[in-house]
């Protein structure tokens, strides 16, 4: 047989096995990866917007499953790729906070290593974003090619193949970061103007003001959609044109929450649901457990649930150290009733929370409420959108819901995501809920136990210890890590009061340093006047030979007190030689009342040739938030 009746015959396959019901008798689907940026499904048409403009995602969820309940482990790229490419929790791993690039351990890999080891031939266009160590030969062993050039067609004829495709189009450099100009030439010029989505055409989320400049702001977000589904239609007519969509099953997903303010980076339903849908063959209908066209599921999934999935629709065995549950494939285990979720540090903007949800309720643990949901964070803060809303703000434009954004938020959220979506109503508070909020309360817990949740840890303290090993098998060793004890003062923090605030100042004579870390940590959201009587025991802190402590509590000495010593410390703390350490320091100050007498030692820092991009863009938002340099994308860093 010669070349060309052997390439005819190979696409002809699905046509002869199309009427095939039994996996036995079919060779092994090929999957296709669809993935976009920072998209929430409330902007899409298929999820009941009727103002987005996505026909062909509409119709893949048509004709395939769409699924309602899909959540992101958590909120920015970095974090959020690597539990899908290793298949294991952030908060397991040490992989949360984002681009910290620390190494795991040698048998985790990259999932698609083994696809290849069923046949499968694996190719990624183009995005990485892989947040280990050593990410250039983690690349190498997971994919047979990774560029922007990658595809399915460098594949031996007849070999299945596992293709990524991602989109760039939604991504938050287009919907809010790089100027309005940049916008117009790279998204709105390559849509025709009947393609084109108006500054009126759509409703605003009731926590923007809607407002003609908001608009025009917020309309990026439907365009960005919009020109991300003509690519993918560019995609799937390519597939088609190979004779290879029905032999495929293809899957479209974004990589987190909407990119806009409040939505990527934030632990909330908005930062994490993201659309999902599951688009099977007439040849492998038979896979879905769901049925086809046009089905709808609530069933709870998340990220690390890919890769035991394709592993088990590849027919390879399931290694043991995936987090996630296969809901696909034989070895299909049963869906969840919880899905547990994490946010940590995006860029120079620190942060930690933790996310129980049922699909109908989400709560959220703010471990640093003090840190408010539009927190400071440069590439955002350069973004038009942001400045805008920091503008309204000034000016008293506001509701109540709209300047929450600004303000610290409580310890914990709460919110019916079935019965308001854009999670106006904490209801963390209301008596009617307080059942759901004790369960919920108790699965956190039970989860942060079980699973050994490392990033109870500074990141100071990660990053030494990645030096000999990995924060995975680290935490395992109660030696190491006694978590029920730093548990004990790591749950205290974000909640308010002079007897909270009495209980953790007791912690801070625990001969454990985590222990006395995140007691002081929790004083930080405590007000000045319930810290007026426990003076002597922060001041007395600063002293503390563990640094997360004494920069800690020289933060809260000079926000509470006002103190000279605590102010001279922090200004050595921000040119520290340690980086973590440097910018726990400068973020102190992004929520400390009184910046101006760090100007000099901010420009300085920010001057200082070691310093990596994270502190130098928090130098920035310093500057920035105080009118010293511009808030836009030539000040980026």
């Keep these: 047989m010669n070349n060309k009746a052997l390439l005819f015959s190979l696409v002809t396959i699905p046509v002869l096995f199309s009427q095939c019901t039994s996996s036995e008798e079919l060779p092994k689907p090929n999957m296709l990866w669809i993935t976009i940026e920072d998209t929430s499904p409330q902007f899409i048409g298929c999820y009941g917007d009727e103002n987005a403009s996505t026909p062909v995602i509409d119709q893949l969820a048509e004709e395939g499953v769409r699924f309602t309940n899909a959540f992101s482990t958590g909120t920015v790229c970095s974090p959020s790729r690597t539990a899908i490419i290793t298949g294991v929790k952030t908060y397991q791993a040490g992989t949360g906070n984002h681009r910290s690039k620390y190494p795991v351990p040698e048998f985790m890999k990259g999932f698609p290593y083994y696809l290849q080891q069923q046949g499968y031939y694996t190719t990624n266009n183009a995005k990485t974003d892989y947040n280990v160590a050593g990410e250039k030969a983690f690349i190498a062993e997971a994919w047979n090619e990774s560029s922007n050039k990658a595809g399915w067609r460098n594949r031996t004829p007849g070999q299945p193949f596992f293709a990524v495709f991602n989109y760039n189009e939604s991504h938050q450099s287009r919907t809010m970061t790089e100027t309005y100009d940049w916008y ?363 640094p997360p402590v004494a920069v800690t509590a020289s933060s809260v000495a000079y926000e509470m007190f006002a103190d000279k010593t605590a102010e001279d410390k922090l200004k050595k703390f921000c040119a520290h030689e340690n980086l973590q350490l440097s910018l726990m320091a400068i973020n102190y100050l992004l929520y400390t009342e009184n910046r101006e007498p760090f100007v000099e030692t901010i420009r300085e820092v920010h001057q200082l040739k070691d310093r990596d991009y994270n502190v130098r863009a928090a130098c920035m938002d310093v500057l920035g938030s105080l009118g010293l340099v511009p808030n836009n994308p030539d000040y980026r860093e």
Excluded: C
Aim: aromatic letters at 12%; hydrophobic letters at 35%.
């Design 184 to 546: 117009l030439e790279n998204v709105l010029n390559h849509l025709s103007p009947e393609e084109r989505i108006g500054e009126k055409d759509f409703e605003m989320p009731p926590f923007y003001l809607d407002s003609p400049e908001m608009r025009k702001q917020f309309a990026r977000v439907y365009n960005s959609i919009k020109l991300t589904d003509n690519r993918i239609g560019e995609l799937l007519a390519r597939l088609e044109t190979d004779n290879l969509k029905d032999s495929t099953i293809i899957f479209f997903y974004a990589d987190h929450g909407e990119g806009m303010p409040r939505g990527k980076t934030n632990g909330i339903n908005y930062g994490y649901r993201v659309p999902f849908i599951v688009w099977f063959p007439e040849m492998y209908k038979h896979l879905s457990p769901w049925g086809t066209s046009g089905v709808v599921t609530d069933e709870l999934i998340d990220f690390t649930d890919l890769a035991p999935s394709l592993i088990s629709l590849a027919g390879g065995e399931i290694p043991e150290h995936l987090s996630g549950r296969p809901f696909l494939g034989e070895e299909r285990v049963d869906p969840v009733d919880y899905l547990h979720l994490s946010s940590d540090r995006s860029d120079n903007g620190i942060d930690m929370v933790r996310t129980v949800t049922d699909g109908k309720y989400i709560y959220s643990r703010n471990y640093l409420p003090f840190i408010y949901e539009a927190r400071y964070i440069r590439y955002m803060e350069i973004g038009q959108i942001k400045q805008q809303m920091r503008k309204d703000l000034a000016e008293n434009k506001l509701n109540p819901l709209q300047k929450s954004l600004f303000e610290p938020r409580p310890a914990e959220f709460l919110f019916d995501i079935e019965n308001d979506l854009w999670e106006t109503k904490n209801l963390a508070d209301d008596a009617e809920y307080q059942p759901v909020l004790e369960n919920m309360r108790n699965l956190l817990k039970q989860e942060v136990l079980q699973s050994r949740d490392v990033m109870f840890l500074p990141e100071y303290e990660i990053g030494l210890l990645s030096d000999t090993t990995t924060a995975y098998e680290f935490r395992l060793e109660e030696e190491n890590y006694p978590l029920e004890e730093v548990y004990d003062a790591a749950s205290l923090a974000g909640f308010r009061g002079k007897e909270v605030a009495a209980k953790q100042v007791d912690f801070l004579k625990s001969p454990n340093a985590i222990v006395r870390y995140w007691a002081i940590l929790g004083l930080r959201s405590q007000t000045e006047e319930d810290l007026q009587s426990f003076s002597d025991e922060i001041l007395n802190s600063m002293k503390d030979q563990y």
